[in-house]
Nanobody, 123 residues
Framework: EVQVVESGGGLVQAGGSLRLSCATS????????IGWFRQAPGKEREGVSC????????YYADSVRGRFTISRDNAKNTVYLQMNSLKPEDTAVYHC????????????????WGQGTQVTVSS
């Protein structure tokens, strides 16, 4: 059974940092590209960042490029999203999904999602 579990969200002041973790199991971790997506109330879901399985190619949304860094630890079957210089507009529920399409950062039918972790950035 494939499982995707996010953690690391919380409340932080603008300018602060958080690191999200996406722990996975039930599939060969090195075979799948994995991504982070977010959705704020009243807004469409946005692909934040994705990382490929093959060569570590990364994708970042324009809104987070230069502030967020995605990485994967194949030994721990975990993907991380380091978020620095957080802004109030980063407030959303952040979900991890696998597999995804890289380059770009696209979901596919039948992919697996975690329950999400709330990130709230106060001004």
């Amino acid at each position: 059974e494939v499982q995707v579990v996010e953690s690391g969200g919380g409340l932080v002041q603008a300018g602060g940092s958080l690191r999200l973790s996406c722990a996975t199991s039930g599939f060969t971790f090195g075979d799948w590209s994995i991504g982070w997506f977010r959705q704020a109330p009243g807004k469409e879901r946005e692909g934040v960042s994705c990382i490929s399985s093959s060569d570590g190619t990364t994708y970042y949304a324009d809104s987070v490029r230069g502030r967020f860094t995605i990485s994967r630890d194949n030994a721990k079957n975990t993907v991380y999203l380091q978020m620095n210089s957080l802004k109030p507009e980063d407030t959303a529920v952040y979900h991890c999904a696998a597999p995804v399409v890289v380059p770009g950062c696209y979901t596919i039918p039948g992919d697996y999602w975690g329950q999400g972790t709330q990130v709230t950035v106060s001004s």
